[in-house]
């Protein structure tokens, strides 16, 4: 039986939850989400505890199901009330960054500058050499900072390029005459 799936879900103030046949809906301040339900899972409210059960645990796959839609569920729900974000931090002489309304201009080197156009439902914010990108879907505020850092990503023998907040790059040591 998955550790994770056994985990009941608190729901905070504000939030609302709606549980259909295939979905389960998750309302809050910052927006709404939806999450996909398996026929083998169930979700049942009591108050403002959301609880995740299976009906069958023995199948490895069922119980892989099990822990994923409780964690979905539980990630929406921090998601609508709190939100996410990540830190970039840009490394390197002349690497800077503009928000230009929903476009975020980089400086990484190139001959060009990059524009990247900001998805809807996620914001950025630039304070000199670090971007924050905040959002209320974990997944998607992931995936913007993926993309951006992988238009420079720190290269291992000066550290230059765009890297997460306290990422450590493991430096090599360059070639001796």
Same mark, same amino acid.
């Given at each position: 039986? @998955?550790?994770?799936?056994?985990? +009941?879900?608190?729901?905070?103030? !504000?939030?609302?939850?709606?549980?259909?046949?295939?979905?389960? *809906?998750?309302?809050?301040?910052?927006?709404?989400?939806?999450?996909?339900?398996?026929?083998?899972?169930? /979700?049942?409210?009591? !108050?403002? /505890?959301?609880?995740?059960?299976?009906?069958?645990?023995?199948?490895?796959?069922?119980?892989?199901?099990?822990?994923?839609?409780? @964690?979905?569920?539980?990630?929406? *729900?921090?998601?609508?009330?709190?939100?996410? @974000?990540?830190?970039?931090?840009?490394?390197?002489?002349?690497?800077?960054?503009?928000?230009?309304?929903?476009?975020?201009?980089?400086?990484?080197?190139?001959?060009?500058?990059?524009?990247?156009?900001?998805?809807?439902? /996620?914001?950025?914010?630039?304070?000199?050499?670090? *971007?924050? *990108? @905040?959002?209320?879907?974990?997944?998607?505020? !992931?995936?913007?900072?993926?993309?951006?850092?992988?238009?420079? +990503? +720190?290269?291992?023998?000066?550290?230059?390029?765009?890297?997460?907040?306290?990422?450590?790059?493991?430096?090599?040591?360059?070639?001796?005459?």
């Amino acid at each position: 039986m @998955s550790r994770i799936g056994k985990q +009941p879900i608190d729901i905070p103030a !504000g939030v609302a939850v709606t549980i259909e046949a295939n979905q389960i *809906i998750v309302k809050g301040a910052k927006g709404s989400m939806a999450s996909p339900l398996f026929p083998t899972v169930s /979700v049942s409210q009591e !108050g403002t /505890v959301l609880k995740v059960s299976c009906s069958d645990v023995k199948s490895k796959k069922n119980n892989a199901l099990f822990g994923l839609v409780r @964690s979905l569920i539980a990630n929406n *729900i921090v998601g609508v009330s709190q939100g996410f @974000s990540k830190i970039l931090e840009l490394r390197g002489v002349g690497y800077r960054a503009q928000l230009q309304g929903r476009k975020l201009v980089l400086a990484l080197g190139f001959s060009h500058p990059i524009e990247y156009i900001l998805p809807d439902g /996620v914001d950025a914010n630039v304070e000199q050499t670090k *971007i924050t *990108i @905040s959002g209320y879907d974990k997944q998607q505020v !992931g995936q913007v900072a993926a993309e951006v850092r992988a238009f420079r +990503p +720190p290269e291992p023998y000066k550290g230059k390029g765009v890297r997460y907040m306290n990422e450590r790059v493991i430096m090599k040591e360059g070639k001796r005459a």
